[in-house]
Each structure stands twice: as C-alpha cells, then as structure tokens.
C-alpha cells in the first residue's frame, strides 16, 4: 500500500468519490469508505486506532491536502505561480528572486506560529496540530532586489514523517526549530537534521538554520553554549533565539535567511524553460516520483 491508497479499500484517492479525508486522529480513508462505514454503523470511526470522530458526514472531514498534491498538483502551480516548483527564478537581470524554505522540528516548538508570526504579524494562542503541510509566502525587498519565499511548514509528529519527505525536493533552506524551554525538543534535533539532509536536493547547498523558539518564557533548558555548539558540531547555519508570541529576532531570521540565499545563488541560472517538475504515475510512492531533470544532476 502507497501514501495514494486508502488502506480500506486499497484503491487510488481521486477527486471525487475517492478524495482523501483525514480524521482527528491522523489517518486518512477515502470519502466512500467512510460513507460506507457511517451507513453501515451510524457513526465513524478510524479504522486504524478505533478513534471515534464528531462529525456525521463525511464530507465535513479535512481533505489532506498533502496527498491531493501528491496525486493532482505536484508541481504546486496553483499555490502562487509556476516558479515555486523550481524555488528560484530571475526575472529583469536577477531583479526578482523565489526561494522555497522549509521548517523542520519536532511537534509543539512553534513552526507554525513563528511562520504565523512572520507573514502575519500575529500571533494565535489556539495550537492545532500541523497535518502533512502547510505553506505561506512573503515578498520582501532587500537593495535592489525583491525576494519572495515560500515558507513551508511540515508537521512535527512523526506519523506524518513519510508524508512530508516529498515536500524537502528542491529547498534552498530549512529551519529546524526547536523550544528552548524542553531539553527534549532539542535532544530531537537529530533525527529532524538527518531526515532534511537524506531528502534534500544534492546539488543544493546545506543551509540549516537553528532556532530555539518561545524566549518569552524565560525558562531556558538550553544554554547559549549548547546551543553554539551543536551548531559547529553539525556544521548548521546560524543559530537564533526567537520568540513567536513578542515577535523577537523573527524578522531578522527571515531576512538573515533571504540575504544568505541571495548571496549563495546570485550566479547561478535557472531557466524557467529547465524547471524540474514530478509527474505521478503509478501507485508505487517511489515509483510515482520520476523527475524531469534540466542543468541539476542530482
């Protein structure tokens, strides 16, 4: 069985009958097994964990987005533009630069409100669970330059790890987040760190930022110096200590971030004529994976 499959019936998700649903557990079935289940039992559950959900229709179920994307937008053209999917375009001389960035860590250090934060300038009290992915974009100006970043955030839980590998192709940057206050959170740090570097794009450049998030709280489990020195030990980026809630250092890690990645590829060209783009074919979740390749050779 495939990440395309429902693991009831074991047929392919599609955009009607078959659309993906994901419960408040997690797992995801297909809206006509679901709707079987509910005639069949008057209500629903996961046929996985056994969870029962709130809702009686199906239809009021989240569609995982993640999957859709896999199966019907794997170049991600609907989400802005075309150029996502190539996570850098020039356009009038290198005027106009995108650049897909990707947040990593585990669950409950703040990726989302951080992004929240950034995009926004606001911060939610309310904390949902990241389910598969999310994304946001932010156009800045630095000189004479307009950079636009494509923020994607992945979920921290490691149910949803096989979902988000796909999502780590062709990222310029990642930003692994950790909170300050749990030595847990940045014990996790390495399985996050080796997941990002097995799945990245080789011929991009390791850039990693480090994050320790939530200093509002004054409760630090993590000193500076450990912090500086798991930054050399795995040869990280830069290393800033945020805070979603007041807003600290959050606008300098992204600019920082914007600024190092224009230096690093302001000579390189990417033609919007050799954009690599994913075709999904088949049901096997490596095999539905064949890349179109232009100048990368990865």
């Known amino acids: 069985m495939s990440l395309t499959e429902c693991p009831i019936c074991l047929e392919r998700f599609n955009r009607t009958e078959k659309m993906p649903k994901i419960l408040s557990c997690g797992h995801t079935f297909c809206k006509n097994c679901l709707t079987k289940q509910k005639q069949k039992n008057n209500e629903l559950f996961c046929s996985i964990c056994r969870e029962k959900q709130n809702v009686n229709d199906p239809e009021q179920l989240i569609t995982n987005r993640t999957i859709y994307d896999l199966l019907y937008n794997p170049t991600n053209e609907d989400l802005d533009n075309d150029s996502i999917d190539s996570n850098f375009s020039t356009d009038s001389k290198e005027e106009n630069l995108e650049f897909k960035v990707i ?4 669950a409950f250090s703040g990726k989302t409100s951080l992004v929240k934060r950034y995009v926004t300038q606001n911060f939610i009290d309310t904390y ?6 999310d994304f946001q974009s932010k156009t800045i100006h630095i000189g004479k330059k307009t950079v636009k970043i494509h923020i994607w955030d992945t979920a921290g839980t490691e149910m949803f790890q096989s979902l988000s590998r796909s999502y780590f192709r062709k990222c310029f940057a990642a930003i692994v987040v950790f909170d300050i206050n749990e030595k847990k959170s940045f014990e996790s740090l390495d399985t996050w760190i080796n997941f990002y570097r097995e799945n990245k794009e080789r011929c991009l450049d390791d850039m990693l ?3 320790g998030n939530k200093i509002d709280l004054n409760n630090p489990a993590v000193s500076d110096e450990e912090a500086n020195s798991y930054l050399k030990e795995n040869n990280l980026k830069k290393y800033f200590k945020t805070s979603a809630k007041s807003g600290d250092n959050v606008e300098k890690l992204f600019e920082s971030i914007a600024k190092d990645l224009i230096t690093n590829y302001k000579n ?24 179109k390749k232009g100048k990368c050779g990865c």
């Open 103 to 106: 947040m990593i860590g585990p």
């Open 128 to 133: 949902n669970v990241t389910v598969g992915l």
């Open 209 to 211: 930022y480090l994050v």
């Open 268 to 291: 390189q060209d990417f033609s919007q004529n050799e954009k690599n783009t994913i075709v999904l074919n088949g049901n096997n979740d490596d095999e539905d994976k064949k890349v």
